[in-house]
């Protein structure tokens, strides 16, 4: 799978992609991860991407011109505008905006199945709002509140998508049985040795009993059980 990362701040991606199980995924080409600076397609001398709003306000708003010419570059869109025409689960531009659709797991589903996804990180005030109409398929948010840009919610979706292409995460059965899975559901709490842990004098934080019964059927219950009740033990 292949995912385009568009961003005035580059270096921001470097660490987090490089490591653990994405950096595996990227070594072991099951992911490609490839990050554009979007200054690269601004034209004056000072590499401008960004400028005042029409009818005043604060805030400076990220420029259409630059990422047009970006996705151009990336033979997402022709001269004219037009989208290059590919089959449906091919290609999907997404622009990170704080007005847009709220990301969840089933996004994430549908998006694992698609061959290449590019993402626009927003900064400032925002984007151009043509850049929405036009040029992108969905704009997405990961939460009720306001990042300094589109880099760390960017982050969210490469990992989130990543996770579920076949091979990516080692264990299969790790997400197909955890949070949000499936409709309503929230992963069993987990535990591991010590089966007593006493941090101070009088306080004993044990594991739950029905955990070393060794009775698979009652564990089974006990951890269908939690889920329904969001992880809550009573």
Not at 4 to 18: G, H, L, M, R
Not at 184 to 198: A, D, M
């Amino acid at each position: 799978m292949q995912f385009d990362i568009i961003t005035i701040f580059p270096k921001i991606f470097e660490s987090y992609f490089n490591e653990s199980i994405l950096g595996r995924a990227q070594k072991n080409k099951m992911v490609r991860i490839a990050i554009h600076d979007l200054r690269d397609f601004a034209h004056d001398k000072h590499k401008t991407v960004d400028d005042s709003t029409y009818g005043g306000g604060a805030g400076m708003v990220l420029k259409i011109e630059p990422i047009f010419e970006m996705l151009k570059h990336l033979k997402i869109i022709k001269k004219d505008g037009t989208r290059v025409k590919r089959s449906s689960n091919d290609t999907k531009v997404i622009l990170m905006s704080a007005k847009g659709e709220i990301y969840n797991q089933k996004i994430a589903v549908e998006m694992s199945k698609i061959k290449r996804v590019v993402i626009i990180c927003g900064r400032y005030e925002g984007v151009d709002e043509r850049v929405s109409k036009y040029l992108v398929d969905e704009d997405i948010s990961i939460g009720k509140y306001v990042l300094t840009g589109g880099e760390i919610p960017a982050m969210a979706l490469v990992d989130s998508i990543s996770r579920l292409i076949p091979g990516v995460v080692g264990n299969k059965e790790s997400i197909e049985d955890e949070s949000f899975s499936k409709e309503g559901y929230l992963e069993y709490p987990q535990y591991t040795r010590p089966e007593l842990f006493s941090p101070v004098k009088g306080v004993n934080w044990r594991v739950p009993g029905v955990l070393l019964s060794g009775d698979h059927s009652k564990i089974k219950e006990w951890r269908e059980k939690m889920s329904v009740n969001g992880n809550k033990i009573n």
